[in-house]
């Protein structure tokens, strides 16, 4: 059996989760002014679509890229407290629901989402 990047769809399934993710983030008024490249959120697209492939077996393209991930230290400029992080957990369960994937693909995916999504929070002032 092959990685769990080929099981769900490589990088077709990725990049249809995270374009997904970011349509949601286009709405939100906390989290959308977070990204300066807006309203153009393409780079964000391909970072976040590259990170999630090589996470889980694809292509590492962008280690080589970027570099080694260092999710919290890229995070650190951000304010990122419990609503920012429950906004993107909504927007990324939305995305998750669009794969359509088996319950326990779907349970192994949204359980690395929201841990890492945890970890990334930096302050709790609102």
């Keep these: 059996m ?3 990047y080929e099981k769900i769809g490589g990088r077709a399934a990725f990049e249809q989760l995270v374009r997904a993710f970011y349509d949601g983030i286009r709405t939100d008024e906390v989290l959308m002014p977070m990204y300066p490249e807006q309203p ?3 780079g964000a697209i391909q970072r976040l679509t590259g990170f999630l492939e ?3 077996g694809g292509p ?3 280690s080589e890229q970027r570099g080694h991930p260092r999710l919290r230290a890229r995070h650190l400029p951000f304010k990122v407290n419990p609503d920012a992080r429950d906004r993107w957990l909504h927007h990324m369960r939305a995305a998750v629901d669009g794969l359509h994937l088996s319950p326990l693909d779907d349970a192994m995916l ?3 989402l929201d ?5 990334m929070v930096n302050t709790f002032e609102e």
């Design 40 to 42: 153009a959120l393409e």
């Design 60 to 62: 590492g393209t962008y």
């Design 110 to 112: 949204w359980g690395y």
């Design 2 to 4: 092959g990685s769990f």
């Design 115 to 119: 841990r890492a999504a945890h970890a």
């Design 54 to 56: 090589q996470y889980w």
